[in-house]
């Protein structure tokens, strides 16, 4: 398919995850597989000699590197894979890393946790595609009127993301646990009247809560130009992951699953871990030294724990102190395979699903 002046052989987008969940070895194996392989931008640099010492310098260096290295992996493959980054408008030097991102030779910068509505500021005459994502209607409208206005372009691309995603998500906790937020194919179909009403034709891309290649099939129906996967990906011999994340992904029962509030002030999804159930009991886990990767961040004492911290301990395989953010179908996963494995299931569901629609070459 084409997106712009990219091609992409297989219409699916790995989820970017961090922290360090999503790397140059999950992101270049997605991308030599012909999907789109995600590199998330958040403490990138987690494991860098210095990123105690200046987390934002070691967070930047690390991103160039993933990101050029993925590229190489993807080169290498000879297929039509891309590679992206998530960079959240959340993250405190969001600039920094979306600059680094374009001169890295990143194919699509994907943003979210907020309205990214300078995205075009970094991407807008270069090779790097602007991709949005939204939970509604509403919000690709500002955005696109937004961009055409002051940088007289559209998103090349939007993703939407559906409550039934891992992370965090945006959607008030009581819409999400009571079932009043909007489903995927009500935001699909909103999504796809504001860019007709604009006389756009843009490639919109469905994530949260897609699971495999029948579900692919369906939204494609509907008028989907793809989807994006994350949990699924976790459980991949080439997730950055340590393997206690993978295992942990692989043994959740669907009561292992739950909607939690993140110290960023957003509901998220996580798998029910010990620092989760020490939560509960009211004790806390703050940071000797904040790392300022996140402006949505409070810092200060009406928060439990440092979520910077507890993901890079489940990224590390630290069970009793990590957050292991997850969708809703995690329970669903039953096995660690290949990436490659992986796109070819998923494929081979939808081509068994798709009846009569085409993806677009």
């Known amino acids: ?15 970017g995850m961090g922290v360090g969940v999503s790397l140059s070895s999950l992101a270049g194996a997605v991308a030599a597989s012909g999907a789109c392989g995600v590199i998330s931008s958040v403490n990138a640099g987690y494991a860098e000699d210095d990123f105690e010492i200046n987390p934002i310098k070691a967070n930047l260096k690390a991103l160039d590197y993933h990101i050029k290295k993925a590229k190489q992996t993807a080169k290498e493959s000879g297929k039509n894979g891309l590679v992206a980054v998530n960079i959240m408008t959340a993250v405190s030097h969001f600039a920094e890393s979306c600059k680094i991102a374009v001169s890295a030779g990143a194919d699509i910068i994907i943003s979210g946790a907020g309205l990214p509505l300078n995205l075009p500021q970094f991407t807008k005459g270069t090779d790097t595609l602007a991709a949005p994502i939204v939970s509604s209607g509403r919000a690709a409208k500002i955005i696109m009127k937004t961009y055409k206005k002051h940088f007289d372009v559209y998103p090349d691309m939007f993703i939407i993301e559906g409550s039934m995603a891992g992370g965090h998500l945006g959607f008030s906790a009581d819409d ?45 129906k509907k008028g989907a130009a793809g989807v994006q996967i994350a949990t699924r990906f976790i459980a991949t011999s080439e997730c950055d992951a340590s393997d206690t994340f993978k295992q942990a992904v692989v043994n959740a029962k669907k009561e ?41 961040c409070k810092k200060d004492d009406s928060i439990p ?27 669903r996963v039953d096995r660690i395979m290949s990436v490659q494995q992986l796109i070819d299931e998923i494929m081979t569901e939808y081509r068994l699903n798709k009846s009569d629609i085409q993806v677009a070459d």
């Open 1 to 15: 398919m084409q997106i712009k002046n990219k091609v992409l052989d297989i219409p699916v987008i790995q989820g």
């Open 176 to 220: 999400i646990i009571n079932g009043k937020a909007q489903s995927n194919d009500e935001i699909l179909s909103d999504v796809l009247r504001v860019t007709e009403e604009e006389g756009v034709r843009i490639p919109v891309f469905v994530a949260g809560g897609v699971f495999d290649g029948s579900d692919m099939a369906h939204y494609i």
């Open 256 to 296: 292992d699953i739950r909607i939690i509030k993140s110290p960023v002030g957003m509901p998220a999804r996580a798998i029910n871990s010990p620092l989760l159930e020490r939560i509960d009991k009211g004790e806390r886990f703050l940071a000797e030294k904040c790392n300022g990767c996140l402006t949505a």
């Open 305 to 331: 724990y440092c979520i910077s911290r507890a993901l890079i301990a489940a990224v590390k395989g630290d069970w009793d102190n990590g957050l292991f953010f997850a969708g809703s179908n995690a329970e």
